[in-house]
């Protein structure tokens, strides 16, 4: 228990610092986060749209879960070495494919009955997908945004290893920081986490209407992301 | 006029293996409800007969059924078995002894055919042997080919699944039947020949039954007697189809029945029972076979017009003829037993 | 031999390195092959068996919460709580926070490992049984099974496809995962990546990079085969 009185001191001490981290941590994520959100949404709707690629689109996710995280930031430095453009891009890699995935499983599985009246009463396939497809498919869509942004957080701990500034940077560090140091980042880390999985479900909750709660009944994960958050880091 | 089947004394599969059942003052009150599910329900079924539950929905029905093998609990009364009360068996115990059938099915999908048939013998020890025999000796008798026993309910169609349901139900040789809307998920065709199917299922068997159904002419078809409910389990009327047709108690249960209430008794009885006027040489009609219902005569009789119709006989002569004011005359008669 | 001395990689060469490995070539098969059995194969069959362990301990764990969320519903919700909690947080800041409870050893690895099978096993395994088929269960309980036969005979074998498909998730989570354990532990895959990363020869970095997603890839294959055995009526097609 001391090694933790220790730790909140060393946070007391070294809130600049930590700050600081926490703030490139935020920027790393966010980034990384946006370009894969940006790409991987527009691809993913669009394929659920139509109802294409699903092999491709669902077992994006399954390879992306097997891609150990520390492993593809290293082969990622290995091929284009250090810094923060370099670890944003394996992060981006890492994220597209959860987004990718729940995107197209939220358009594609929209119930086919409403799509079908919607259709029968004269709506061209772009107001379908405006007016019926992307408001039902939202809290799934959102729900692989939630799964992306936690597991980039996680993800940029790591980032240390390879250049790249992040909290992890004094977790990995023991020599410099000692125990509480790599304690009291870890918890920061952590709390990041925590508050960043609060507000997403927070934000899942507001965006989901009452008659669609899925998350409740803890929807099953067979063999697709479902609504469960996928962690390779 | 209805030629009635009795519970036979005597057979093969005779009701020494069927049950009575009595229901004495039951009483079902969900908790929280502003009126009982089913307030005071008395009836008995005779060993051997098929008892049919119909009503409108909300009767309380299918809780009237689940009331016999303790899926629901009784808040009063008593069911007895063979004159034995329910409640002092274990309630496992006591529904390994009812075949249970419902609306849809409940095969179990990661069971085969056989697996799925031999639950209950399993669950009794029976040993392999016999529960493997008793396997065949179902599926025949429930009309399914042999070589359906080692797939899955997934590869059946509809009315093979309900067949198996069927044969799940007896395996165990249990001395009472419970079959709620089983027949409902099936489209009229199938449904009208499971329905015969049972009838003579039943004659070779014998057991006891109780069936829900909400198809009056489904109750009318297949029930040696009929219990008509009314909203909270109130029993309108309990008797068998040619006196309840002849006869309804009350408003509730003549429009229950049906305004062609006339027909539908028409339809139990055949011309062949009728005593037929000699054929002297009258011009005559159509010439039907001896096993014709009545209704269908009437049918013939009005659409051809005045003319007697023909009855024919094993030769292929003429047995008699039938006019109709016989048939008339008949809806008149009393109703047999 | 001195005149390449000069562009020697990290590897000191005592005259055994092949050219590859003296050129600093992105991957070298012959480094792969000299160092398979001091290395790589130590740091494989070191992740099995953490990953083994991991997910055999949290499936013993989640399995005995699910049968009793089953039961008794309101437990479903504070279970979900805390493994999602527990999940949550990032491997490396978790592997740290065990430290003080358990030092630097292969216990605050599993410990951190099994948390994170705990949610997703837990919620697969409770809604695997959720999804029988209601009338299932009442033609079974109709029938005469008790409580527990019906649990045992029915509801489970008609979960396993939402069980399986749980574990395969842990499985890779956990494969991934035991990684980052580096850091508490010199055991398994992250031990040669994290070695690798320090250094300019990328040989031992992709290798065992690449060992641990085939490792991943292996474990899920497995665990498909195993469901396609285990749950052979989901495999037949519909005759009709």
Known sequence: MNDFADALRFIADNTALLWQLTLDHLALSGAAVGIALALAIPLGVTLGHLHRGSFAAINASNVGRALPSLALISIGVAVLGIGFVNVMVALVVLAFPIVLTNAYVAVDGVDPDAVEAARGMGMTGREVLWKVELPLALPLIFAGVRTAVVYVIATATLAAVAGAHSLGDVIVDQATYRLPGVLGAAICVAVLALLAELLFAALQRAVTPRALRLEERGAPLLGGPGTTNERTT | M??????????????????????????????????????????????????????????GKTTAMRLVNRMIELTSGEILLDGASVMERRPAELRREIGYVIQQIGLFPHQTIADNVATVPRLLGWDKQRVAARVRELLELVQLPPELAGRYPAQLSGGQRQRVGVARALAADPPLLLMDEPFGAIDPIARARLQDELLQLQARVRKTIVFVTHDIDEAIKLGDRIAILREGGVLAQYAPPDELLASPADAFVAQFVGRDRALKRLALSRVGELALLPADGTLHGATIEPDTSLRDALSLLISDGDRPLAVSNEDGGVAGLVTLDMIRAALHAEPAR | MTALAAAQPVIPDFGRGSSCVRDNGTFCWDWVRAHWGDTLRPALVQHVALTAVAVAIGFAIAFALALLAHRRGRLTTPVVLVTGLLYTIPSLALFQLLVPFTGLSRTTAEIALVSYTLLILFRNTLAGLAGVPEEVRDAARGMGLTPRQLLWRVELPLALPAIVAGMRIATVTVISLATVAVFVVNEGLGAPIFDGLQQTFKTELIAAGALCVALALAADALLVLVQRALTPWTRVARSR
């Not at chain 2, 009635?4 to 009483?27: D, I, K, M, W």
């Not at chain 2, 929280?32 to 929905?57: K, M, N, Q, Y």
């Open chain 2, 2 to 59: 209805n030629s009635s089947n009795t519970a036979q004394t005597e057979g093969p599969h005779a009701y020494p293996r069927a049950a009575s059942l009595e229901l004495r003052h039951v009483r079902k009150v969900y908790p929280g409800a502003a009126r009982p599910a089913i307030e005071d329900l008395s009836l008995t079924v005779p060993a051997g007969e098929v008892c049919v539950l119909v009503g409108p929905s909300g009767c």
